[in-house]
Every structure is written in C-alpha cells, then in structure tokens.
C-alpha cells in the first residue's frame, strides 16, 4: 500500500529543485510557494512505467556548515534518507567533484540505501563529455547524465531507480492494526498525547512475526483494539532547535499520513487554530484519510458553560473545508477524554473502510433526486442513472449521468451531503467520480 519514497539529495545549487519538479511534471518557481498552499513542493507524487512513487526534495546539504539553518536542512536530509527506498545523488557536471559532494556520498554509503548518482547539467546532446568520468570515483556506479532544464536523461534516470524499488512490497502491519498519524505543530503536546496513550498501556516492543516494523512506530494492543501510532519519534522529547523548522516537521507529517488509516490532528487550544494546522489537516484530507480534531492543553482553558460549544463552533468555521470531521476536546496532561480517542478512532476509521450496496445506494439517490430535482441549463436536465460504490479509503463513489457537465458543484455537495446523511458517514472525506453514459 505505502508506496516507495525516492530522496533527492545533494548540496544546494546542483539543480535538485530543477529536476524535482521536472520529475513531477509541473515548472514551478519558489515564488508560487504561497503560504497555504497545501501541496508542498517538496514532497509529491510521481509516476513512470505506469507505476506510482513519492519523490522528496531533501532542500540541500551542506556536511562542513555548522549554521542552524544548514543543520536543519541536514537534519531533513537525513530524515528522507532514513526512510527512502533509493536516493538520487545529484552532482554538477561543470564543477566536477567538490568534497561536499565526496563527503555526501559517503553519508549515503554509510547508509546503507541504494544510491543512483544523477550528473546534471550535461545540456549538450550526444557524447558526454571527458569531465564526466570523474564522477565514477565517487564510488556510487554508473552516474546517469541528466539535464533537469531540458529533461535529458530524466528517463535513464528514472530507469536506474526503478531497479531498486519493490512495489510489491507488503504491509508493514496486518489488517487488524489501525494505523494512526498524530499530526500537528510543534508543541500542541503530540509527543505527551503519546506518552499518555502509551503509558497507560501495553506497549509491544517486539517486532511483530513477519512484518518489519518502524523504530519510531508505537504499537498499542488494549480492549479498544490494536494501534499502531506512527513516526511518533516525538515520544522522546525533542529539542526546541530540532524541530524549530516548519518544512521540516510538515514534510515529515505528509510522510506519516502517507502511511496511515486515521489522521490525528492535534490543535492546541490555548493558542487555537492557525495556517499549519489547515496544511497538514489539508493534505490529510486530500489523501483521503479518515479524520479527527484533538482540541489539545483544554485544561488550560478558562471555561464557562458554553465555552466548548463556542469553540466548537469557531472551529467548525476553520475547518469547513473538511466538514465532516468530528471535535475531540482532550488533556494530554491530565487524561481528560484521552481513552475516547481510542474508540473515535475505531469509528472514523470504519467510516472510511465503509461499504454500501448498490441497492441502498440507489434507494437514497431516488429519493434525493425526487425531493431536489437535479439542475437543467437550456432544456437539458441533469439524470443521473445510476450510482455504485467504486472502492473504500475513502469511500468513492461512481456517478453515471447523462451530461457531466449539468452536474454542477451545488448538487454534487447536495448529494455528498445526502450520502453522509443517510448513511452516517462521519470522520470521513467521500470522493465522487461522474461518468458519462449515452
Ligand atoms: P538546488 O539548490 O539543488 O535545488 O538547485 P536548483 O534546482 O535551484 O538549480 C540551481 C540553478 O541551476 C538554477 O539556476 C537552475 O536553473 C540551474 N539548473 C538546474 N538544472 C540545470 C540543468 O540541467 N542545466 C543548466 N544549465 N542549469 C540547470
Ligand atoms: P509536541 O511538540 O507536539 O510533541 O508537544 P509536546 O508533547 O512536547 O508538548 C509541548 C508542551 O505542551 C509541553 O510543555 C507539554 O507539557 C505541554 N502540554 C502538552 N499537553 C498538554 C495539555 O494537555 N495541557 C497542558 N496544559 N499542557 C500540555
């Protein structure tokens, strides 16, 4: 299911953003970086052979720099590396071999990750040139000569990669396990939401027979079921600095959701509701994942009898893009409603694992359909014939209509709304797919 993670990694000017987003498909420049944004760029899909992989743009390192920022960026590098299948060195042709260059590859080396090394910027067609040798000394095979401003040799590359990928590769845990990412800015008590949960129960250490488990993986077993919290690296307390950069703790909040069934997404009620936290909850979203709020620290609230409902409300305003997501107001410090956490989770997660039958499906879109007739433009009248579920996680849902272009937004809301109604579709988002039929 989790599919292989490819780390493009070297020092910074080498061309690594240039081919990044060659790899992806898109051109992008830095200034469309927008805040808010919820893809980040350096974290995306990709696709070759007609098989799907993440690619990662580590950002750049420099080993010899002792600068803050410089070991953050180190830090992020080294996190994609730890959890990548392969990784694309890229070097610069014209510059030859630089000790950063030689130093990186010997991190990865040490690595133990199978390494393809990318020669970029070979922009003239035909042979390469002499200077192109030199790079065999770095130890690391076959370079591949690339040009990520034209898209040469991006194939080669890609070629050389796929030989150490498995996409076969099986599931880490077993179906039994429901796998959790607790999500959210540094400091919205993620780390004490875990050592709570953790605390207070079994915790297997042990790898479970057959499967390989993620060092920072938490696995729980209790009468609410089996867990297993991902990446949660955070139940040691981490160090202010160590987390201080943005990039660096959403890129790794993408990588967990990427690999779970439920996201938790942890807000921190005392400072309330802020641009991260609609980016992470974002992609969650968008990845179709089952969802949960943790409104974290409501201990430290002053309250009054309405205080939970106004916050609820404000919160349902902040999270409208997402409005199917459930509100847990939870203590990490004193436990309040923590243990609830366990079945909420049970529940989204069933939500989005949900299968309905044709039968009932088409039960509720005639009676939606008769009680708000579908749209018309210029005589023609939207019908929809016939609906079917295609697949779960999340629930989606095939359309089949006469003219997808009569159905518009507002009554696709209204029958996702109908859908969630009916049948209790709660914590997760739906996808709807409209098909054409003569
Ligand atoms: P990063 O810091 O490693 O991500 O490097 P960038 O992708 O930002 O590229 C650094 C500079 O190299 C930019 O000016 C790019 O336009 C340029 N560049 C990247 N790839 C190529 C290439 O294949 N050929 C040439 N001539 N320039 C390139
Ligand atoms: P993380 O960075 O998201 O993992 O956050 P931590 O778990 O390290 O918590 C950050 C700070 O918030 C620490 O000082 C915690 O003691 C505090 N904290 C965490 N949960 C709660 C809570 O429920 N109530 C209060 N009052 N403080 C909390």
């Known amino acids: 299911m989790a599919k292989p993670l490819v780390a493009v990694v070297g020092r910074p000017n080498v061309g690594k953003s240039t081919l990044f987003n060659k ?26 052979r007609g098989k799907e992989f993440m690619l990662v743009d580590t950002g750049g390192i420099e080993p010899r720099a002792d600068d803050v920022i410089l070991s953050q960026m180190r830090r992020q590098a080294q996190l994609a590396i730890e959890k990548a299948d392969a990784i694309i060195l890229v070097v610069e042709l014209a510059a030859g071999i630089t000790a950063n260059d030689a130093d990186i590859a010997t991190m990865l080396q040490k690595s133990g990750k199978p390494v393809v090394l990318c020669v970029n910027k070979c922009d003239r067609l035909g042979d390469v040139p002499p200077e192109f040798y030199e790079f065999y000394n770095l130890g690391l095979g076959d370079p591949v000569p690339v040009s990520s401003v034209h898209g040469h040799g991006t194939g ?18 077993g179906d039994h396990y ?8 540094p400091n919205v008590g993620k780390s004490s939401l875990i050592n709570r949960i953790a ?55 993408y990588m967990a959701v990427d ?16 641009e991260q936290d609609s980016k992470v909850a974002g992609y969650a979203h968008e990845q179709g994942k089952a969802c949960i709020v943790a409104v974290n620290k409501w201990d430290a609230v002053d309250k009054d009898g309405s205080t939970m409902k106004e916050f609820q409300k404000k919160l349902e305003n902040d999270f409208s893009f997402m409005s199917y997501v459930p509100f847990l107001f939870i203590s990490a410090l004193t436990g309040q409603r923590v243990e609830k956490l366990y079945d909420l989770i049970r529940h989204v997660h069933e939500k989005n694992s949900m299968r309905i039958t044709t039968g009932m499906l088409n039960d509720m879109l005639a009676y939606a359909t008769a009680r708000v007739q579908p749209p018309s433009d210029k005589g023609k009248r939207l019908k929809i014939y016939y609906m079917t579920q295609a697949s779960t996680k999340p629930p989606t849902f095939v359309c089949f209509v006469n003219r997808a272009e009569l159905f518009h937004f507002s009554y696709q809301r209204y029958l996702e709304n109908q859908i969630r109604e009916t049948f209790q579709l709660d914590g997760t988002p739906i996808r709807m797919i409209v098909r054409e039929r003569g």
Not at 156 to 173: N, S, W
Not at 244 to 253: D, G, K, M, N, P
Not at 259 to 274: C, E, L, P, S, Y
């Open 259 to 274: 690999r779970a069934d439920v996201a938790v997404i942890v807000i921190d009620a005392t400072t309330g509701f802020t």
């Open 23 to 48: 790899l992806i498909g898109q051109r992008l420049s830095i200034v469309e970086d927008t805040p808010g944004v919820t893809r980040d760029r350096i974290y995306a899909e990709c696709e070759w």
């Open 178 to 185: 429901i796998r959790v990412a607790v999500i959210g800015k």
């Open 199 to 253: 605390g207070e129960e079994r915790v297997i250490v042990s790898n479970i027979a057959g499967t390989t488990r993620d060092a920072t993986d938490t696995v729980i077993e209790n009468e609410h079921g089996k867990y297993v919290f991902i990446d949660t690296a955070g139940i040691r307390r981490k160090s202010r600095v160590e987390e201080a950069i943005e990039r660096y703790s959403v890129l790794r909040a």
């Open 156 to 173: 080669d590359l890609l070629d050389a990669v796929f030989e150490h990928l498995d996409f076969e590769k099986g599931e880490e845990y």
